[in-house]
Structure formats: C-alpha cells, structure tokens
C-alpha cells in the first residue's frame, strides 16, 4: 500500500518534532555544563596560594604602603613620621593571577608604626616600640598605578565596611587578625628598619 501525501506529511512532522526535542535536550544539558563550570569557579578563598606568590605579594604591600604619600599620612597626619609595615596576604583578584604583576587587587592584614626622624635618632637601644603611633588592619589594595587601598571603618561601621570592601569568601579573614605572628614580625622589622635612614616618599599615585 503506497503512502498519501497526507501520511508522509505526518512522518515528516514526526522526524521533525523529534530532533527539535533533541536539539532542546542538548540544549539544555550544555547549558548546566556551563552553569556546573561558572558556580565551581574557585572565589579567591578557595586558592591557596603558592608561598613564594604569597610572600611575594605580601611584599609589594609594604612596599607600596610605605612609599605612598597618601597611607604615609594614614595616623601621623603628618609628612614626617614614616611607616614601616610587614603584611599577610589571604587574598588576590584576579583569583588565577599566578604573578605578582597580574594581580589587581590584594587582599591583606597589615600591621605598620610610624617612626619619626627622633626615633631614627635612639637607634634600637633607645627606642620604646610601645610607644610608636601604628595600626593593624585588613586593606585591599590596588597596586596600581594609581596607587588606591580601601580600609574598613571604625566603630558601628567597622563590621559593615568589611562586608562592602571584601569579597564574601574572604571576610572570615578580613575580620580574624593573624596575631602574634604579624606583630613579632614587625617588632623585628621595626629593629631591622631602625638602623637604616628614613624611606623618601615615592610620587603620589593616588
């Protein structure tokens, strides 16, 4: 018995109608591929970073800080007085940044005094480290250039500024200091530093 026009027209439709389902399914499936893919994307505290990258990040922002006008000013609100920083890194955007140059922003505590021509002048003998005008605090920096850091706020807003400065996943650090191991590091540097002349200020990038 021959097919009509009629009967073929079905088949067709029929064969049509499936491989647009199947067009739909692949669809669909390459879609949660891809959706799988981006929600793994490691955030930046799910990185471990290397401990060369991380140390030498770390020095980038002590050597970024204490040349900047701008941070110089930070506590003294003086030009005088100069700081003298050491800092833990526990984060880096862009999260694949595999060098220190790739790095956009990084996310550090730092603990930094601020030594002045007098102190320069006691030698490490003479001088009261207790007494030095300082801070402890977590910054992203933007190494730049510009040169631009963000700090959270004092008081009510201090919890809040975290929360706006730091991605989600690095919060937990941002607000947990890694004490005492950041400020006998800087005990030692303040002594190391003590006997050296005082840094000269790098042009303001900010």
């Not at 002590?62 to 003294?76: A, G, I, M, N, S």
């Not at 003086?78 to 800092?87: I, K, L, M, N, W």
């Not at 930094?112 to 992203?140: E, N």
């Not at 200091?177 to 190391?192: D, E, G, Q, W």
Request: proline letters at 13%.
């Amino acid at each position: 018995m021959t097919a009509g026009p009629a009967q073929d027209f079905a088949l067709v439709s029929r064969m049509r109608g499936w491989w647009v389902l199947a067009f739909v399914l692949l669809s669909v499936a390459v879609s949660g591929v891809l959706l799988v893919s981006w929600v793994s994307a490691p955030a930046p505290s799910e990185r471990k970073l290397p401990t060369p990258l991380r140390d030498q990040l770390a020095a980038r922002v002590v050597e970024t800080l204490e040349h900047d006008p701008t941070f110089r000013t930070e506590v003294t609100r003086e030009p005088g007085p100069q700081p003298v920083c050491v800092a833990s890194v526990f984060g880096v955007a862009p999260d694949w940044a595999a060098t220190v140059d790739e790095a956009r922003t990084i996310y550090s505590w730092v603990n930094c005094s601020w030594l002045s021509p007098a102190d320069f002048a006691k030698g490490p003998a003479g001088l009261d480290i207790s007494q030095l005008s300082g801070l402890s605090m977590p910054v992203a920096l933007q190494p730049g250039p510009p040169v631009t850091y963000q700090a959270p706020g004092d008081g009510g807003e201090h919890a809040d500024s975290i929360r706006r400065i730091f991605p989600k996943p690095l919060e937990d650090a941002a607000f947990s200091h890694p004490v005492p191991s950041l400020s006998h590091a800087l005990h030692k540097r303040i002594l190391h530093v003590i006997g050296s002349p005082p840094l000269p200020p790098s042009p303001s990038h900010s």
